[in-house]
T-cell receptor
Framework: GAGVSQSPRYKVAKRGQDVALRCDPI?????LFWYQQALGQGPEFLTY????????KSGLPSDRFFAERPEGSVSTLKIQRTQQEDSAVYLC?????????????FGPGTRLTVL | GQNIDQPTEMTATEGAIVQINCTYQ??????LFWYQQHAGEAPTFLSY????GLEEKGRFSSFLSRSKGYSYLLLKELQMKDSASYLC????????????FGTGTRLLVSP
């Protein structure tokens, strides 16, 4: 089947605008993760869902960041009142199980540029 | 805090062997992953080590020493397509699969 998909692939926003980034995980995958990857850096954990439950959001940089997965499949990462420091690639990953050591499968990311 | 160190950049020649090192100091440990990431693309899984020793998978091998907080990724018979970033990531024992990544090593393979 298809891998993890993300949309849009590229997003340009003016400072202060709200954006919504979508992730479609691999069908049937229980776990879903969001990461932020700055240029030349490794991905940094933002938040984790097990089905529809958001079990960890310790990596969200501020209360302007909000994520949801209401039906346990598609997830949306929303950033309110975007700032220039929010410019990064936002990666979504999914894995089959819950609290296991399953491999995470990554999507291609959404590159967000805030002007 | 968590500290994962990798060289920023390495260069090698087609057909050669290259070893990318990763050292880590983390508050928990439940294994170590290596991912490959081509520019503008998703990271893709290469290997997972949880026990000490060498895991071989085709041209790629990965080694772990938990007592030393050290891992390496060995790439043999380098090909041009191996030019990419290689990400070392520690799996934390937080009850779910929380990965903490290093900054990545950018490998450039030249003819």
């Amino acid at each position: 089947g298809a891998g993890v998909s993300q949309s849009p692939r590229y997003k340009v926003a003016k400072r202060g605008q709200d954006v919504a980034l979508r992730c479609d995980p691999i069908s049937g995958h229980v776990s879903l993760f969001w990461y932020q990857q700055a240029l030349g850096q490794g991905p940094e954990f933002l938040t984790y869902f097990q089905n529809e439950a958001q079990l960890d959001k310790s990596g969200l940089p501020s209360d302007r960041f909000f994520a949801e997965r209401p039906e346990g499949s598609v997830s949306t990462l929303k950033i309110q009142r975007t700032q220039q420091e929010d410019s990064a690639v936002y990666l979504c990953a999914s894995s089959p199980g819950g609290p296991t050591t399953d491999t995470q499968y990554f999507g291609p990311g959404t590159r967000l540029t805030v002007l | 805090g968590q500290n994962i160190d990798q060289p920023t950049e390495m260069t090698a020649t087609e057909g050669a062997i290259v070893q990318i090192n990763c050292t880590y100091q983390t508050s928990g440990f439940n294994g170590l992953f290596w991912y490959q990431q081509h520019a503008g693309e998703a990271p893709t899984f290469l290997s997972y080590n949880v026990l000490d020793g060498l895991e071989e998978k085709g041209r790629f091998s990965s080694f772990l020493s938990r007592s030393k907080g050290y891992s390496y990724l060995l790439l043999k018979e380098l090909q041009m397509k191996d030019s990419a970033s290689y990400l070392c990531a520690v799996l934390m024992n937080t009850g779910f699969q929380k990965l903490v990544f290093g900054t990545g090593t950018r490998l450039l393979v030249s003819p």
